[in-house]
């Protein structure tokens, strides 16, 4: 899915969705997150890879709004994080590490609950809320009680969630985790429609994952972050180029190494 | 305004498909039931006696409100005490444990529309404990007439206490992850409140801190007690509807803090 040089200029021609600028957090003396800063694009789907505890985490409740940095600035489709959050909080649908549900709420009554935290007019809901069952594979499991789905559902009720009021920016925290093979590609190939234009608009969509071969299946970008620093930041065809296996720029940025390669870090 | 009928909508339906919600109303309805019976049953036996012995003037005296009402509120206030912690204490941990507060907190509304949301649907059902009350008493004026605005101040009372109680329930809610500790500590914050009085008065019995002294006084201030058993006997005032908002007020703002901190954790 990693789409040609033309369209990936074409979609970085386009403003950009989310714009980090020097983020920082630090809780105490650790830094969880240090001076990142990167764009996103219109239609463009960006792998976030790092090692676990690298601040991946941290890094994408931060550009949702959850936790404010402890330095820097955000902006999500164009609404500052902090000068206007509510804007900028409607402009995301965030699917965190675990997928937030009412075990005691059915599917559908919790599609339409979110659905009304995130401002989507009531006109507009039924049609949304329907098209987001219909996307997740979730239907037929509408009326049923979320705490008696699978894990499986339930993370495809979490990825509904975060979809279901159409917001231009996505954030995915580790999307496909607990789900069979059959369902990863489901998901996978859900997530690379949401960027196409079209219907449903090029939504940018961020995703943290440990699996590289989902980066290299639907991403065109990729982010490393390793110890809260952001240590490279390229399209996956400019590694191809330079003859670069994901697999072994990952290992090489775990280690510390400094990644030469692609844009530079940080500009 | 929309996302506070949102939310307490959505809380007060997971109440109501939660066994805690039928357990609370349950054992209140019982409570309720056994402490009126008794109330009824003990006033009935006065009065036969009285009247086999012709104590007039005590007939005289003797009333509904007083003899059965008013007992049968005091107690029902102590029910409450230890009921609503059980209604509050999933109002926020929960969210908590289901992961939800991350969908709360990245979505376009306010803290104070998720804590006013929450404490709408904690107050709704609390209400609903007070009508199970109400209903207790209606039984009097089929069989018997107490005086009507008198039990209207009563039970006013009650929903007042059950109101900041839920207050304090959500405070209590909002500070940790576990709903048993969210119990504990609404019931021991409710117990200090309610013990007020009583130590303000031992104070000044035992002239350590001294009857006019500031700190007796505002104990007395912050305490209940007198407040509700003037609204029992009847006496509505304005100083004392000031105090259950100001109680109100101030833990719903404690709430406030609380639930955004998380942000900074």
Known sequence: MSGGAESSESAKAGSSRIEARGISKRYGDFTAVEDVSFDVGEGEVVGFLGPNGAGKTTTMRILTGFIPPTEGSAQIAGYDLFSSPLEARRSVGYLPESPPIYPEMSVRSYLVYVSKLKDLPRARRKEAVDKALERCGLTHVQSRVIGLLSKGYRQRVGLAQAIVHEPPVLVLDEPTVGLDPIQISEIRQLIADLAKPGEYGGQSVILSTHILAEVEAICRRVLIINEGTLVLDAELTALAEEGQRLEDVFTRAAQGESIALGREVGK | ?265
């Open chain 2, 1 to 265: 305004m929309r996302h506070i009928t949102s939310i307490a909508g959505r809380e007060l339906s997971s109440l109501f498909v939660s066994p805690v919600a039928y357990v609370t109303l349950t054992l209140f309805a019982l409570l309720a039931g056994f402490f009126f019976l008794a109330g009824v049953l003990s006033f009935d036996a006065q009065v036969a006696e009285a009247q086999s012995l012709q104590y007039t003037d005590y007939l005289e005296k003797i009333n509904l409100n007083d003899a059965v009402l008013g007992p049968f509120f005091g107690v029902m206030w102590i029910v409450l005490l230890f009921l609503i912690p059980g209604i509050t204490m999933g109002l926020f941990a929960s969210e908590k444990v289901n992961g939800t507060q991350e969908l709360l907190l990245t979505s376009p509304i306010t803290i104070w529309e998720l804590v006013l949301g929450k404490y709408i649907a904690g107050a709704v059902f609390s209400a609903c404990l007070v009508l199970v009350a109400a209903f207790f008493t209606g039984i009097l004026f089929l069989y018997g007439d107490p005086e009507f605005w008198r039990t209207i101040s009563g039970l006013l009372g009650l929903l007042l206490l059950s109101w900041s109680y839920v207050a304090v329930g959500a405070f209590a809610s909002s500070v940790t992850r576990n709903q048993l500790i969210a119990f504990f500590l609404a019931l021991v914050l409710l117990l200090i409140l309610w013990m007020l009085a009583v130590v303000a008065d031992l104070g000044a019995a035992g002239g350590t801190i001294g009857a006019d002294s500031n700190l007796s006084e505002v104990m007395r201030f912050l305490s209940a007690s007198d407040r509700f058993e003037k609204m029992v006997r009847g006496l509505v005032d304005t100083r004392d509807l000031a105090y259950f908002a100001f109680m109100i007020g101030v833990f719903l703002v404690f709430t406030k803090t609380s639930v955004e901190s998380a942000r900074w954790r």
